[in-house]
């Protein structure tokens, strides 16, 4: 973990150095006044060889909680060495640590690797007395103390210290430790949030069998078993807001929370994807800062649906109107037509249209449809000046959210259509005749019979 990413840990240092030249040396700091002896253990190890550990505390903006605890305890650092935090720890587990969004589990590995007492290499429990608990500022955390037996090793949990007793101060303690201590609630809320993409390929197995013709279900709902992974067997329509959800509770899947998809870490993967892919700003602006549907989206993959955005890039989104997008509901239709509830990729959609010519694929905009043919080797949406063509394939497929990007914003067919004179028209009714009598006037005309016209 660079020192790039943290921030420099020296600026930190010098400024605990100078609110410290109010204190005359050897004095601790009081509860709340800000301030910190230049001899705490704290500034020994913000000057130490675990410099990558006081880079995260910083990170953490825990400086303010340590130094209170400085205050009022005697405390004990364990601080792996910097070679456990740079180059031993999964690069996955690093870039978990430094999403702000798992700030809590950044504190909570950190303050498992301080107790609020001083414990010497001289404290060691013996290799026959077993361990000794001692509970960290950590919420619930604890750390074990012991001894290997045969070579007297000290231990802190599983971790051979390394360094003990490394930088002694008046008001704690510093041993070095092999690795870094993970507890058990932050490699389980890592497990949770870890990316999907490395199991997108595992495919439910004994669904319910679906009519290909029909996209209805062969089984009733009821005989159908829905194993592990299966999605939600209602359709997509009766998950969607508002209202509460009628589908029934998804089968488990293989993340999420509650080991079910989760999905809105998977929606939010993909709208950093359109974001560096580029010219789809648009499109991920009224999916976040519009409307809602991000986390509609993210709820339905959850609940174990499929699907595929059709994403208008920005040059097309900027051809709508004010009118177009003022109207109340107005953004979340123009999405919802763009979204089919299915995974499909460019190479299944391609084949679909060149094997059957023309493909109606339902919409979460429900009764209405978006067609797809084939037109100039690729997929053309719409119809007339309302179509589009399939312009930016496969921007993301993680197996169940699809990402395809379109030259053009797809409306419903009755809205792309100017609506006809609706006044009434007088309608001159023609007098039937018979079927013979006009095919011979036909050939009559044809052969210049003149004189035979009057009568047709």
Not at 94 to 112: E, H, I, Y
Not at 150 to 160: Q, Y
Not at 331 to 345: A, F, G, L, M, N
Not at 351 to 380: C, I, M, P, Q, W
Request: glycine share 8%; hydrophobic share 35%.
């Amino acid at each position: 973990m660079g020192r790039c990413i943290y921030g420099c840990s020296a600026v930190t240092f010098f400024f605990l150095l100078v609110t410290a030249s109010s204190l005359e040396p050897g004095h601790h700091n009081k509860t709340g006044s800000g301030q910190i002896n230049s001899n705490s253990v704290l500034v020994a190890l913000l000057d130490s060889r675990y410099t990558e550990l006081a880079e995260l505390v910083e990170k953490a903006l825990l400086l303010q909680k340590l130094e209170d605890a400085v205050g009022r305890h005697n405390i004990t650092i364990f601080a792996p060495r910097n070679e456990a935090l740079e180059r031993d720890l999964d690069p996955d587990f690093k870039r978990f640590l430094l999403q702000p969004g798992n700030l809590k589990s950044l504190q909570t590995l950190l303050l498992s690797h301080i107790v609020p007492t001083r414990v010497g290499s001289n404290q060691w429990p013996e290799e026959n007395s077993g361990r000794v608990k001692h509970l960290t500022l950590g919420s619930d955390q604890v750390l074990h103390l012991s001894k290997t037996k045969g070579n007297g090793k000290r231990l802190v949990n599983s971790a051979v210290i390394t360094r003990p007793d490394d930088l002694t101060r008046p008001d704690g303690l510093i041993h070095g430790i092999e690795r870094l201590l993970i507890p058990r609630s932050v490699q389980e809320d890592f497990n949770r949030r870890r990316n999907l993409r490395s199991i997108s390929a595992v495919l439910p197995e004994g669904a319910p069998e679906v009519d290909p013709r029909t996209n209805r279900l062969k089984k009733s709902a009821a005989a159908a078993a829905v194993p592990a992974g299966s999605p939600p067997v209602l359709p997509i329509q009766s998950a969607i807001a508002p209202g509460p959800s009628l589908a029934p509770a998804p089968a488990p899947g293989p993340g999420g929370p509650r080991h079910h998809f989760n999905g809105e870490a998977q929606v939010k993967d993909f709208i950093h994807t359109l974001l560096h892919y580029g010219g789809y700003n648009e499109m991920a602006d009224i999916l976040v800062n519009l409307t809602s549907l991000a986390t509609e989206m993210g709820r339905l993959v959850s609940e174990g649906y499929v699907l595929t955005v059709l994403a208008p890039n920005d040059e097309a989104m900027a051809k709508l109107t004010t009118d177009q997008l003022s109207e109340p509901g107005a953004p979340e239709q123009i999405v919802y037509y763009h979204i089919i509830p299915e995974y499909q990729t460019e190479e299944s959609m391609y084949n679909s249209v060149r094997r059957f010519g023309k493909v109606n694929y339902e919409t979460l905009r429900f009764a209405h449809k978006v067609a797809a043919k084939e037109a100039d080797g690729s997929v053309k949406f719409g119809s007339g000046d309302r179509s589009a063509y399939l312009f930016d394939p496969d921007i993301y497929t993680d197996g169940r959210i699809s990402v395809q990007g379109i030259d053009g914003v797809l409306f419903p067919e009755e809205e792309g259509t100017v609506k006809k004179q609706t006044s009434p028209v007088k309608k001159v009714v023609q007098p039937r005749r018979g079927k013979l009598l006009e095919v011979a006037c036909r050939m009559l005309g044809a052969i210049g019979k003149d004189s035979y016209l009057s009568t047709c």
